[in-house]
DNA sequence: TGTACATCAGTGAACGCGCGTTCACTGATGTAC
DNA sequence: TGTACATCAGTGAACGCGCGTTCACTGATGTAC
């Protein structure tokens, strides 16, 4: 049962954002192929039909999932620009919020490790998203020459990864909460 | 061949500490028992002699790997207290060496997201141990209250992880190493 | 202290299972005339 | 525009393989007398 070719495309594109989802949520080792196109509505022989293996659509689905991270944040600081929007971003990404939707969160926080130990292309894919995510906090700090504005966002960066990863790794509640709180705060005063 | 009670405790600890390697070099799911008994040389059979799972050879790798990165730490603070020995703590964690040798190094930048996914004594063991470098830390920063110590000890904490993270996903020699000279050089005037 | 027996650490083969990947088949879609 | 055929997205079964786990067996160690 041939589909048009609109449908091939919808398809695709469905299957690569369902994996975007499962691979933050149980790992990229944790995530089969079978139940990922279960996610994606189909069965999985119809896989390969898509991607050559496994490793593409990780690539295809890590560089999507930083991706469309990056773009939120360059959306909400086209709108609101300056320190002020900058706050806001870091607020939202070091939250209670994003902590507990691992899959529709960041990747580097969901995958560090995983995405560290990946294949070239998969650690590209990052790479890019980290320098995108770099250079937009870095446009904000503007009160600074360019260059000490990109080595700044680079700890911002440093900060709202690492926070929001220990703020998963701890079970007790109020531990979670004030790594996020402290992080927060720390990060709105520079 | 039965071995005697001493051979057989020293066999254990050495599956454990080699399991601790290898799960932060290829991760928790990409480990397999057989290649980690093999580690330990042996076969994979006798795992369950010293073993109910591998939930349990995990929960006590994990739970060594950062308990023996803290006592270094504590040890090391110990010997070089204050605000200078702080910072050579620092430095140390957020370096390049650290950096390229995942197996030896901090398993919640090694395992941040799969920590994050594992069992509750898996999280107990990682939490109890982000806890004691916490402490460690906010010992070190005398010049503020107990209270204020902590909070910052969490921040600091959140930056040496998220940019030793980074730092291992980034393949560009040149931006990892300066995410790791920026997050030292913040972190040593804080 | 020496002997006889029970224990049990480690081996290596096997278990069922899910993995990534392949393949014969299907039938609706796309193409050629 | 209508018909005949080729294409190929998706299905479902199967491939070999490594996974976590179990088990019969071994022989040196530990225990009882």
Redesign the pocket.
Known sequence: ????????ED??RRIVESAAREFREQGIDG?????L?AAAG?????????FA???QVVEESVALAIGSMVDAMERSLAVSPGERGLNAVIANYVSASHRDDVGDGCPLAALGGDLARASDGVRDAAEQGIRRMIDAIAAELDDRTPAAARKDAMVLLSTMVGALTLARIVKDEALSTTILAQARKHLASA
């Open positions: 049962m041939r589909k048009s070719r609109q449908d091939t398809t695709r995530t089969g192929l079978a139940s196109m189909m069965t999985h022989g119809g896989f390969y039909k898509h293996s496994k490793e």
